[in-house]
């Protein structure tokens, strides 16, 4: 049940094919498996086995996949961070799950090390052609190590650095299954080339694209951070057939002026967020490629229902669930709302998290009779389609009247000058909460103009009071609208 299996097995298959390329680098399958087998066999070197957690802190670059089924073949548990992290950030992680060996990328040096100092993780650092050539001098660790399904095989961190961190255990068999999944819903196949523009230490990119492209014996072709131009460019040149992305890597390709037609693209997906309705129809307008919506946390490995395409598909829903996952929408007792009203979105399958590590508190809460309880709203129609509303913390409540923010952004979004929206709540002394809207736009256009425009669409308890401008909105590395950092300036 390793993960690490099934790049084996590919490799026999398919031993002379890419699997990874970023610009002229490249590895095949069987190159990245023997690579990956002497990675293996460093650890063991360093007395490292089944359980023992080993981070990493590497971009979207081909080694990342080495070091990742490295560290799986020998029964240790990976512990992706993000290549951006500071000191403080990088202590922490590393404390809490008692990280073994930290591998970063050699640009991160200094803070890594810096990060690493008084925790039990000794540094290791990636120089490409230096990394080769020390590998090629490590004897292979030709056995996998043996694993059950429910054994761990990553640890992600959830965002933020208030408190303790939580650590999402996600099993083999939870990450294999779902890649499964997501391969077969999108018929990947071996002449398929899958974009990597998802950071590859987060459970979207791992899953969907790393683990599902060797699981079919596809390619993936790397991109180290996404840019609009850059991403065109790697799609005509490599012959790229399916794009997994989120929301505002479609607006900025919408937004790019060298964007044309990318009916080549066999699968667009999106998720990570909301996709705003009016973003989907002008990129499947412009582009002539119908995006296919879905929905996931890192605590259900991700995925956990998506849209099909052609006449399954239902513009500005998430789908229905994948196969042997179920979804609710419950009220607060935890009982299963009619059809139609708002509730909290609770998921039950084997996509669903082992627990958090060392945190049977948070665990049982989140993780209730088999149900994971998300914290996100939604409903589901008559015909059995869900629809994602909002995060319930993000709900404002304004002189007693509830208003979503993900309504009053697709409004906003819906203005020609708006390219990018984030609502969220104020203080107020007399309402509780005033409605905030924070705007990046393609042309000039004023404040009262857009309350104007958003005032005539929605109740009058809804339209934003307040409307201010700035010229990017502030972003997590995976792409999501950071609310936080504005509601905190």
């Known amino acids: 049940m390793n993960l690490a299996d099934r790049l084996h097995t590919a490799a026999v298959r398919l031993g002379g094919r890419a699997v990874l390329t970023l610009d002229e680098a490249a590895l095949t399958y069987g190159v990245l498996d023997e690579l990956s087998a002497r990675l293996a066999g460093l650890l063991r070197c360093r007395g490292i086995g089944a359980g023992d957690r080993v981070a990493i802190m590497l971009p979207n670059v081909p080694e990342f996949g080495v070091v990742y089924y490295g560290v799986l073949r020998v029964g240790a548990i990976v512990v992706p961070l993000d290549p951006l992290l500071k000191r403080r ?40 052609e230096e990394f080769r050539r020390l590998l090629r001098g490590v004897p292979a660790e030709r056995e ?53 523009a998802l950071p590859l230490y987060h459970t979207y990119g791992q899953t969907c694209s790393l683990n599902a492209t060797v699981h079919a014996g596809a390619r993936l072709t790397l ?53 705003p309705l009016d973003v989907l129809r002008a990129y499947e307008t412009r582009f ?31 789908g229905w669930p994948i196969r042997d996952v179920e979804l609710r929408i419950v009220d607060e007792e935890g009982r299963e709302t009619p059809r139609g009203e708002i509730g909290e979105i609770v ?47 993000d709900v404002i409540i304004r002189g007693g009247y509830t208003v979503y923010p993900r309504e009053v952004e697709e409004v906003l979004y819906e203005h020609p000058a708006v390219r990018q929206a984030a609502v969220f709540g104020v203080p107020h002394p007399e309402l509780g909460e005033e409605i905030q809207a924070v705007v990046a736009v393609r042309e000039p256009v004023g404040c009262e103009d857009l309350r104007d425009f958003v005032r ?26 950071l609310k936080r950092a504005l509601i905190s300036r």
């Not at 590393?94 to 090390?113: K, N, P, Q, V, Y």
């Not at 709203?377 to 994602?388: A, N, S």
Request: proline share 5%; charged share 20%; glycine share 12%.
């Open 89 to 128: 950030e990088i202590a922490a992680y590393l404390g809490d799950c008692g990280a073994r060996l930290l591998i970063a990328w050699h640009a991160f040096a200094e803070t890594a090390e810096a990060g690493s100092a008084g925790t039990k993780a000794d540094c290791f650092f990636v120089v490409p």
């Open 144 to 196: 996998i190590a043996s694993m059950a399904g429910g054994d761990t095989a990553v640890i992600h961190y959830t965002s933020g650095t208030t408190g303790r961190p939580k650590g999402i255990e996600l099993t083999h068999a939870n990450l294999g299954g779902n890649a499964a999944t997501v391969a077969r819903m999108h018929a990947l196949g071996v002449d398929d080339v899958v974009l990597g």
């Open 223 to 275: 991109l180290r951070r996404f840019d609009p131009g850059r991403a065109l460019e790697v799609i005509r040149r490599d012959g790229v057939t399916v794009f997994q992305g989120v929301p505002t890597m479609y607006i900025a390709l919408l937004d790019h002026p060298g964007a044309s037609d990318l009916s080549m693209l066999r699968v667009c997906a999106s998720g990570g967020a909301a996709m």
């Open 288 to 318: 002539g490629c119908e995006i296919l919506e879905g929905y996931g946390l890192s605590e259900t490995s991700p995925v956990t229902a998506t849209n099909r395409g052609g006449r399954h598909r239902r513009p500005g829903s998430i």
């Open 347 to 393: 998921v039950r399958g084997p996509n669903v998290m082992k627990g958090y590590w060392n945190d049977p508190a948070a665990t049982a809460e989140a993780v209730r009779d088999g149900w994971f309880h998300t914290g996100d709203l939604g409903r589901m129609d008559e015909d059995g389609y869900f629809y994602l509303v909002d995060r319930r913390r």
């Open 456 to 481: 005539e669409r929605v109740a009058a308890y809804k339209y934003p009071r307040h409307v201010s401008f700035v010229d990017e909105l502030p972003m997590s590395p995976t792409g999501k609208i």
